[in-house]
Every structure is written in structure tokens, then in C-alpha cells.
């Protein structure tokens, strides 16, 4: 096996291996937790889907021994990625806690500056117009309510 | 007939009834390109404002907004990978590719000009059916249904021949999320994980603004650079190219514009498998199948005139049985109800003129539609220009806050996020996202369908094979199957033969 397909491989186990793993726990939880009828097609889909799973195991395994490990991932930059992922789940968890209107202008001037290189100045100007047109839309034009955050009474 | 058809034609060209269709169109244009809102929602909030209306008026208005927003959902899904509407996820696979590469404006000329054909095609075979509406919405019964959802998402997993293995296992495990919530045999909670907010399951749309738009945004994010991969050669012109390709694509046309109107039509089903199953067929009568998802024109024509298309189908089971064929069509029962029209196979005879000229109104919304479409298609395009490091980041924000907006539960911003980083998880590890779309829009028809399908067999399987039109589904499961199957297994003994491993 050449260098260059071990991490290749190694994706592509790791990610059909958690796959099954999800589906082993959906199955078991609607083993032990459902009656017969409601778990009938549930488990069939998972039954089925286990199968497929190992047929996929052996490709990665048997492409391991001739050199041809099927494609697993696009290059990527680990840390740049966790930057991006946790700009959002940070997005997420302030939209729960404050609100949108909070949260967004922060979560627009931070991932523009901070992710996406852009000077603060154009950072701040994209965050304000982009609050004022949603609040304008939602909140003014259609009389939706935006979020206020659970912890401003929402 | 057609004296009702030229009144019809007559009602809808009164210069205030054509105002409300204007409006009706520019709001749905609107919440079409928004992620997340879509026509159900501009018809939800419309509602009551129709109920001093006329009903010609209301019906022209409500007429605009469907026949609109697919045109802005198609616009968002080329131009970000976002489908502002669930049916225009389908125009992603290839609008967005060609965005990438710069044709941007090709793409949005060829939905501007097979949306209306598409229409159109749905508003003849409409008028011409309605007299046999109630013979072909009874071809379906459980069993018809349980098959045609195992067809949805066998063509659909099968689709992509050289990862063949990776759809099946997406089709499964989407299968397994679409059955959160409900049972719908014994009306118990599963798989919900104690949270209140999946006891309905797993809601489509922020799963949808999720797995297309933000996962995209984040690669975007991720790798750098903008839409339109070159910027310097992203051609803001090509509309032209993209009609002419629509033209001269006619077969195209008329086939995603055939399955839109028969898919449309069998209630539950939907909009979006009725796009997703035009792409496929279109892909497969293709001489170089592979190259769809890589900026193929025809990949963008099929699901746009099935988008349009499918709304005169979906009319039918919603007046002729009451049974709406969508979401939006549920609402537009409500605005039916509103004005005190029963459906019933009595709507025919009853509210003919009316009927006529809701179907004229849908023709032609999506004909304004795309006239304005195509006069903006300029300035729209230049998004593909903008740096990924601004673009993303407010795409996502304002799919959030869409996303929000549908149903005003904090738990929609939370599911879609989680379905944009596993979306973002399956382009990086290679798995493809379509299948996982179709198994939860399809999970609950199938599942139900099997249910009483086993009831009225009494446990025989032999319910599946006692209707002529099971049997054509049987046999077109095992087509699709066979088709993409048996070239993997002949490939696969071959390498075998050959000493190595395909």
C-alpha cells in the first residue's frame, strides 16, 4: 500500500466504521425500546443497511491489498475546518441563548474577519446591512418575530 | 370546454386580477430565492388576506405564487447550492457546478425557459385529464404506494452508477432518520431521544437548507476563493445559450415535464421526488451519464420543467379527492375551504371557470416569473463573484434565520446546522447527499404504505404483485436495480479475472 492511499483508506474506514456504529445503536434502541410492529421496518432498514455496510468494509479492504483504496476525502486544512464548524455551533448556541439579532452582527463580523480575511471595517458594514435587511423582512415586512434567546425571553 | 377556458382567460386578464397576480409572482419569487420559506409559507401568510378577495383574484394571486417560486428557488440553488425551495434541490446538482465554472447566466436562462414549458405542458395534460382524474388518482392504493417510494429511492441511490454501494447505504440510513418521530401503526414516539421537537420527525426543509446550502457555504468556507471557481472568466452573459440549449434540448424537456405532472399528481409524494426522479431519467437516457453533477445543461432543464410541471399534477388530487399532493397544496385547500369550495370530483362541474383559471394563472406566473428572472439574471450572477469569506457566513446566517422563520422553532436553526456539517461530512468523505433527501421526504409513505398494504394482504407479500400497476413498479424497481447492478458486478469479476480489484 502506498503512502499516499493509507490516510485515503483510513478516512474512508473510519467513516463507513461510524456509519455502523450509528446503525448498530439505532437498531439496538429499537430493539430494546419499541414493541414488534413499530419496529419491524426500522430494523429491516437497518438490517439491510448493515449489510451494505460490510460490502463496503471488504471494498476498502480488499482495495487496501490492490493498491486502489476507494475515495474517501477532499484535501483539507484540519484546523481551518474546526475554525469553520465551530463558527457555527458558536452561531447555534447564541442564537438559543441571546437571539438573532444579537448573535448574528457578532457571528458575521468574527467569521468575516477572523475566517474569511476580510478587513474589520467591511466585516462591520456587511454585518449591519445583513441585521437591518433580515430584521427588516422578518420583523418589520411579515410580522415574523425573530428569536429573542431563551435567556431574553425567548 | 373551451368556451369555459376562454372566460377563464378572460377573468385573469381583467387588469385587477393580473395586478394580484403580479403581486403574487414577486412574492413568490421572493420567498422562493430565501432558503427555507418557500411558497407554503408565502401562501401561509397570505392566507387570510385573500378571504375578502375574489375568488378569481385570490386564485390568480395564490396562481403567482406557485408558479414563481420555483423559479426563485432555482435561482438560489445555481447560484449558492441553496435551494430556496425544497423541488429546486434537484437543480442544484448541475446548476451549481455550471455557477462554478461560470455559466452561471446559462443556467438561469435554460430554468428560465423550461420553467414555463414546463407549465405549459402541465397545464395541457391537466385540462385534458380532468375528465379522468378520478380513474388514475385510484390506480394508488397502499401497496402502489409502498412500491413507488421503494422506486423513488432505488433510482434515486442507483443514480450515480460508480458509487453505487455509498447510495444504498445513504438511501438506508436516510430510511432510519425519516422514521423518528410517530409511528404511524401504533401512534408511539421512536427514536426521539427524549426531544419533544422530533415527535413529528425529522422536518425536510432544514434538513434540506442543512445538507445543500450550508454544507456547501462551509466547503466554501473551508477551501476559500468564491462560487464561480475563476472568477476572471465567470461570464455574466450565456442567457441566450442556455434558452437555445432548453430548445434544442425539447426531449428533455418533455420528458421531466411528463414525470413531473404524473409524480405531482399521486398525493404525498411531492414536488421534490417528482425533480429528483426527472434528473435521474434524464441522466440515465444520456449517452455519457457520468458527466452529470459536473455542469451539464441537461441536468438543470429536466427538474426545472418537472418544478413546474408538477403543480397542474398536483391540482388534481387536491380538487378532485381533497388529498393535496403537497404542502403547499395543503394550504391552498385551506384558501379553497376559505371560499367555500368542497373539493370533490363535483369541483369540475361545479367551479370549472374558476378552476380554468387558476391553471391559466399558474401558466403564466411562471412565464412572468421568468421574464424577470432573466432581466435581473445580471446582477444576480455577480454573487458568484463574491469572496467565499463574505459569502458564506451571511448565506448561512440568513438560512438560519429562514430556516427560523417556517415554523418560528429554535430547534430548525439546530437540525439544520447539525444537517450542514453532516452534509459538509459526506462531500469530504464522498457519500452522496441525494439519497439521504429522498429516503426522509419518502420514509413515512413507504413505511405507511407496507403497513397497510400487509393488513389488506393479510401478511401475504403477494399484495405487492395483484395490480396491474404494481406490477409495471415491480418491475421498474428491478430495472433500475439490474441496470446499475449488473455492470458494477460484470466490472468487479472482470478485474477479479484480471488479477486486480475494481
New interface residues.
Given amino acids: 500500500v502506498s503512502a499516499g492511499n493509507a490516510p485515503s483508506r483510513r478516512?474512508?474506514l473510519t467513516?463507513a466504521a461510524t456509519?455502523l456504529a450509528?446503525?448498530i445503536a439505532?437498531m439496538a434502541?429499537?430493539y430494546l425500546?419499541?414493541?414488534p410492529?413499530?419496529?419491524a421496518?426500522?430494523l429491516l432498514?437497518?438490517v439491510?443497511?448493515v449489510g451494505?455496510?460490510l460490502?463496503?468494509l471488504m471494498?476498502i479492504g480488499?482495495?487496501a491489498?490492490?493498491n486502489?483504496a476507494?475515495?474517501?476525502?477532499?484535501a483539507?486544512?484540519p484546523s481551518?475546518?474546526w475554525r469553520?464548524?465551530a463558527?457555527?455551533?458558536a452561531?447555534?448556541a447564541g442564537?438559543?441563548l441571546v437571539g438573532?439579532v444579537i448573535v448574528?452582527p457578532l457571528?458575521?463580523t468574527a467569521?468575516?474577519r477572523l475566517?474569511?480575511?476580510?478587513s474589520l471595517r467591511?466585516a462591520l458594514a456587511?454585518a449591519a446591512a445583513?441585521t437591518a435587511a433580515?430584521y427588516a423582512a422578518?420583523e418589520l415586512a411579515?410580522s415574523?418575530?425573530?428569536?429573542p434567546g431563551i435567556l431574553l425571553g425567548? | 370546454m373551451l368556451t369555459t377556458l376562454v372566460q377563464a382567460a378572460g377573468d385573469i386578464a381583467a387588469w385587477q386580477t393580473l395586478a394580484f397576480l403580479m403581486f403574487g409572482v414577486v412574492v413568490g419569487l421572493v420567498f422562493g430565492v430565501i432558503p427555507g420559506l418557500g411558497g407554503t409559507t408565502a401562501l401561509a401568510?397570505l392566507l387570510p388576506l385573500t378571504f375578502g378577495m375574489d375568488v378569481i383574484d385570490a386564485f390568480a394571486m395564490c396562481g403567482g405564487i406557485m408558479g414563481a417560486v420555483a423559479m426563485g428557488g432555482s435561482i438560489s440553488a445555481i447560484l449558492l447550492n441553496a435551494p430556496g425551495t425544497a423541488p429546486s434541490a434537484a437543480t442544484c446538482l448541475d446548476g451549481y457546478p455550471m455557477a462554478q465554472q461560470g455559466r452561471a447566466a446559462e443556467a438561469i436562462g435554460a430554468v428560465a425557459m423550461a420553467s414555463p414549458l414546463g407549465g405549459l405542458f402541465g397545464m395541457i395534460t391537466l385540462l385534458l385529464v380532468f375528465p379522468l382524474a378520478r380513474d388514475i388518482v385510484l390506480l394508488f392504493g397502499p401497496p402502489e404506494f409502498f412500491l413507488l417510494a421503494v422506486f423513488g429511492l432505488v433510482s434515486i441511490a442507483v443514480a450515480d452508477a460508480a458509487n453505487l454501494?455509498?447510495g444504498?447505504?445513504v438511501a438506508?440510513?436516510g430510511?432510519?432518520l425519516a422514521?423518528v418521530g410517530y409511528?404511524p401503526?401504533?401512534g408511539?414516539v421512536?427514536?426521539a431521544l427524549g426531544s419533544d421537537y422530533l415527535w413529528d420527525g425529522i422536518p425536510l426543509v432544514p434538513a434540506l437548507v442543512g445538507l445543500f446550502g450550508?454544507a456547501e457555504m462551509?466547503a466554501l468556507?473551508?477551501?476559500g476563493g468564491s462560487v464561480a471557481a475563476d472568477t476572471g472568466s465567470a461570464r455574466l452573459s450565456g442567457v441566450m445559450t442556455g434558452i437555445r440549449s432548453t430548445l434544442r434540448h425539447w426531449r428533455v424537456v418533455i420528458r421531466g415535464s411528463i414525470v413531473g405532472t404524473l409524480i405531482g399528481a399521486v398525493p404525498g409524494v411531492g414536488g421534490t421526488v417528482a425533480t429528483f426522479i426527472a434528473y435521474t431519467t434524464a441522466r440515465k437516457a444520456d449517452p455519457h451519464p457520468e458527466t452529470f453533477g459536473t455542469g451539464r445543461i441537461e441536468g438543470v432543464i429536466a427538474p426545472e420543467a418537472s418544478n413546474n410541471a408538477k403543480d397542474s399534477g398536483a391540482l388534481l388530487p387536491t380538487l378532485a379527492f381533497g388529498i393535496p399532493g403537497s404542502a403547499e397544496m395543503a394550504v391552498f385547500l385551506g384558501i379553497l375551504v376559505l371560499h367555500g369550495m368542497q373539493p370533490g370530483p363535483m369541483m369540475f362541474v361545479e367551479h370549472q371557470r374558476e378552476i380554468y383559471g387558476l391553471v391559466i394563472a399558474l401558466t403564466l406566473a411562471a412565464i412572468i416569473a421568468s421574464v424577470i428572472g432573466l432581466t435581473f439574471v445580471r446582477s444576480l450572477a455577480w454573487i458568484t463573484r463574491v469572496?467565499?469569506?463574505?459569502l458564506?457566513?451571511?448565506v448561512?446566517?440568513?438560512s438560519?434565520?429562514g430556516t427560523?422563520?417556517i415554523d418560528?422553532r429554535?430547534g430548525d436553526?439546530?437540525l439544520a446546522?447539525v444537517f450542514?456539517?453532516l452534509g459538509?461530512?459526506m462531500?469530504?468523505?464522498?457519500?452522496p447527499r441525494l439519497p439521504l433527501v429522498i429516503a426522509l421526504v419518502l420514509g413515512e409513505t413507504?413505511?405507511r404504505g407496507?403497513?397497510q398494504a400487509m393488513i389488506i394482504g393479510r401478511g401475504s407479500w403477494s399484495v405487492f404483485v395483484q395490480s396491474p400497476t404494481s406490477v409495471v413498479l415491480v418491475a421498474l424497481i428491478a430495472v433500475s436495480l439490474g441496470w446499475s447492478a449488473v455492470p458494477m458486478l460484470r466490472r468487479s469479476l472482470a478485474a477479479r479475472r484480471s488479477g486486480?480489484?475494481s
Fill in positions: 478516512s474512508a467513516a456509519i450509528f446503525v439505532y434502541t429499537g425500546t419499541l414493541d410492529a413499530s419496529r421496518v426500522p432498514a437497518g439491510v443497511t451494505l455496510l460490502l463496503e471494498r480488499r482495495a491489498d490492490s486502489a476507494p475515495s474517501a476525502s477532499r483539507t486544512a481551518r475546518e469553520v464548524i463558527s457555527i455551533v452561531l447555534v442564537f438559543y438573532i448574528l457571528y458575521l467569521s468575516i475566517i474569511g480575511g476580510k467591511l456587511i445583513t433580515i422578518f411579515l415574523l418575530r425573530l428569536f425567548g | 401568510i454501494l455509498r444504498l447505504i438506508g440510513v430510511l432510519m422514521f409511528d401503526v401504533n408511539g421512536r427514536f450550508m462551509i468556507s473551508v477551501h469572496p467565499g469569506g463574505v458564506a457566513p451571511t448561512i446566517a440568513v438560519l434565520v427560523f422563520a418560528s429554535p436553526v439546530v446546522a450542514g456539517v459538509y461530512l462531500l469530504r468523505f464522498d457519500y413507504a413505511e407496507f403497513h486486480g480489484i
